[in-house]
């Protein structure tokens, strides 16, 4: 019998007064026999709308249909047809504005809970399988990817799947890019990502961690080596900055470098080798997922206070509604209509170190109200005068968006890049201005989502698989 029941069913969670005090992942996944019963709301169109608004384009109501007959297996690998990633799609993927926000369901009601189910379907697998991927018969040909991210992952796994020898550069110790470094524990556990990874180095993908490209080996280098085409996978790094007086006090960073401290270089630990600022006021500047992310780790942390620094009103926060409403119930307050002018600070005497920069002391704001609607639709955050106010922090995370790095670009003739420092590409395959060279994901698009630069990453591996074939 179908389920038409107009809401989802709930996602199990840690009670907000426990889990703002620890790491530990905050949604707890539905069990066999909840998903089931979400499963049954979904009415399997045939026109399947929600496929077409997948950027990896899941066949959704095939792997519902398998959950419907307790087939949970079968539901994993109709997924892992389209995904590598499943398990992290599942968390991290914002089926709000993408699958869900097309589904039938939705129309009168809540949308099947479409990415509660896909994680389900990989926890249930990688918790009862223990079989790993195939290597594929070797083609012959080799393909390098720069940067173990996931546009670089999903890439790597679809060309390692057509029997190609591929090899990830990854700059950092560890791989898995963004997922490992700027997602938060509590929200997409280090074990599900490594797990993803290890599936790809079954699959034959060999994976080369402090390998800085650009600077260690450059794209010249990489087709000198043997690699017949290449897939620049590099993320977006470089963090923006309001460009305010203040910004060069201690206790001002950028939310990169705060995740990346307690993410990747276990900063939270009593005894961390990477020291990293933890009590006190903290303001985060920005209203996306990873001001979220940043907010949510100083709380856990240890901060007495923690505070969202959003020009705009909540209507207009881009992060996703559940990330929100997380960090509400964690006690994080929202100070929206809010613009920074000014960190304030003193100096320090007895820091013979750096004497002209002191510390954070708080953080001059001015009030807004929404103005006309800009370029890209949203309404203009104006500055009302005299509104001037301080807000008292010892801490400021600036997330206000971050640019791909110039690394590559500067030691690459022959790539165009736009104003933006983004790698321009050929929107439907991917490939660049230079001959064999692709890239995707957020060294194109400046930052943006998981299930995006996944798609890129598939896009460029069909065109690369084409372009090595024909050549």
Same mark, same amino acid.
């Given at each position: 019998?179908?389920?038409?029941?107009?809401?989802?069913?709930?996602?199990?969670?840690?009670?907000?007064?426990?889990?703002?005090?620890?790491?530990?992942?905050?949604?707890?996944?539905?069990?066999?026999?909840?998903?089931?019963? !979400?499963?049954?709301?979904?009415?399997?169109?045939?026109?399947?709308?929600?496929?077409?608004?997948?950027?990896?384009? #899941?066949?959704?109501?095939?792997?519902?249909?398998?959950?419907?007959?307790?087939?949970?297996?079968?539901?994993?690998?109709?997924?892992?047809?389209?995904?590598?990633?499943?398990?992290?799609?599942?968390?991290?993927?914002?089926?709000?504005?993408?699958?869900?926000s097309k589904c039938v369901r939705g129309i009168k009601g809540e949308p099947v809970g479409i990415g509660r189910l896909e994680r389900f379907v990989a926890d249930w697998h990688n918790a009862h399988s223990d079989a790993v991927p !195939?290597?594929?018969?070797?083609?012959?040909?080799? &393909?390098?990817?720069?940067?173990?991210?996931?546009?670089?992952?999903?890439?790597? $796994?679809?060309?390692?799947?057509?029997?190609?020898?591929?090899?990830?550069? !990854?700059?950092?110790?560890?791989?898995? /890019?963004?997922?490992?470094? $700027?997602?938060?524990?509590?929200?997409?556990?280090?074990?599900?990502?490594?797990?993803?990874?290890?599936?790809?180095?079954?699959?034959? &993908?060999?994976?080369?961690?402090?390998?800085?490209?650009?600077?260690?080996? +450059?794209?010249?280098?990489?087709?000198?080596?043997?690699?017949?085409? #290449?897939?620049?996978?590099?993320?977006?790094?470089?963090?923006?900055?309001?460009?305010?007086?203040?910004?060069?006090?201690? /206790?001002?960073?950028?939310?990169?470098?705060?995740?990346?401290?307690? %993410?990747?270089?276990?900063?939270?630990? @009593?005894?961390?080798?990477?020291? #990293?600022?933890?009590?006190?006021?903290? =303001?985060?500047?920005?209203? /996306? %997922?990873?001001?979220?992310?940043?907010?949510?780790? =100083?709380?856990?942390?240890?901060?007495?206070?923690?505070?969202?620094?959003?020009?705009?009103?909540?209507?207009?926060?881009?992060?996703?509604?559940?990330?929100? !409403?997380?960090?509400?119930?964690? $006690?994080?307050?929202?100070?929206?209509?809010?613009?920074?002018?000014? #960190?304030?600070?003193?100096?320090?005497?007895?820091?013979?170190?750096?004497?002209?920069? $002191?510390?954070? +002391?708080?953080?001059?704001?001015?009030?807004?109200?929404?103005?006309?609607? @800009?370029?890209?639709?949203?309404?203009?955050?104006?500055?009302?005068?005299?509104?001037?106010?301080?807000?008292?922090?010892?801490?400021?995370?600036?997330?206000? *968006?971050?640019?791909?790095?110039?690394?590559?670009?500067?030691?690459?003739?022959?790539?165009?890049? %736009?104003?933006?420092?983004?790698?321009?590409?050929?929107?439907?395959?991917?490939?660049?201005?230079?001959?064999?060279?692709?890239? *995707?994901?957020?060294?194109?698009?400046? =930052?943006?989502? &998981?299930?995006?630069?996944? *798609?890129? /990453?598939?896009?460029a591996a069909k065109a690369i698989d084409a372009y090595l074939k024909n050549k």
């Amino acid at each position: 019998m179908p389920n038409m029941s107009p809401k989802k069913n709930p996602m199990p969670t840690q009670e907000p007064s426990v889990r703002a005090h620890n790491f530990d992942e905050v949604a707890l996944g539905y069990d066999e026999a909840v998903a089931v019963d !979400e499963a049954l709301r979904c009415l399997g169109c045939k026109n399947m709308p929600c496929v077409g608004a997948c950027p990896v384009n #899941i066949r959704i109501p095939q792997f519902i249909a398998k959950i419907k007959e307790g087939d949970f297996e079968g539901a994993y690998q109709v997924i892992y047809a389209s995904s590598t990633l499943p398990a992290v799609c599942g968390r991290v993927c914002p089926q709000e504005t993408q699958c869900e926000s097309k589904c039938v369901r939705g129309i009168k009601g809540e949308p099947v809970g479409i990415g509660r189910l896909e994680r389900f379907v990989a926890d249930w697998h990688n918790a009862h399988s223990d079989a790993v991927p !195939e290597t594929a018969p070797s083609n012959g040909h080799k &393909v390098a990817v720069i940067g173990s991210g996931p546009s670089g992952l999903t890439c790597a $796994g679809d060309l390692a799947k057509a029997g190609y020898a591929v090899t990830v550069f !990854e700059a950092l110790h560890t791989a898995g /890019g963004v997922l490992v470094y $700027g997602i938060p524990e509590f929200r997409l556990p280090k074990s599900i990502v490594a797990k993803e990874v290890d599936n790809l180095r079954a699959m034959g &993908v060999e994976i080369a961690c402090n390998m800085v490209i650009g600077k260690t080996l +450059t794209v010249d280098e990489l087709f000198d080596m043997g690699y017949e085409a #290449i897939f620049i996978g590099s993320g977006a790094g470089l963090p923006n900055f309001m460009g305010i007086p203040g910004e060069s006090l201690k /206790g001002v960073y950028s939310a990169n470098e705060f995740l990346t401290r307690s %993410n990747l270089m276990k900063a939270y630990r @009593d005894d961390p080798v990477t020291p #990293i600022m933890k009590g006190g006021n903290v =303001a985060v500047v920005g209203g /996306g %997922n990873v001001a979220m992310d940043a907010a949510r780790t =100083a709380l856990r942390l240890g901060a007495e206070h923690v505070y969202i620094v959003y020009r705009r009103s909540m209507a207009e926060i881009p992060a996703r509604h559940e990330e929100v !409403e997380h960090a509400k119930e964690e $006690g994080i307050e929202f100070l929206t209509l809010n613009n920074p002018v000014e #960190i304030l600070g003193y100096s320090n005497p007895d820091d013979k170190r750096d004497p002209k920069n $002191g510390f954070v +002391t708080g953080l001059k704001c001015v009030r807004c109200e929404l103005g006309e609607p @800009d370029a890209r639709g949203r309404r203009r955050a104006v500055e009302l005068p005299g509104t001037e106010h301080i807000i008292d922090v010892d801490c400021v995370i600036m997330s206000i *968006g971050t640019s791909p790095n110039p690394l590559i670009k500067s030691t690459t003739a022959g790539l165009d890049v %736009n104003a933006r420092g983004g790698i321009v590409v050929e929107e439907t395959t991917g490939a660049t201005s230079r001959n064999g060279v692709y890239a *995707g994901g957020d060294a194109v698009t400046g =930052a943006a989502t &998981v299930i995006s630069a996944m *798609g890129a /990453g598939k896009t460029a591996a069909k065109a690369i698989d084409a372009y090595l074939k024909n050549k």
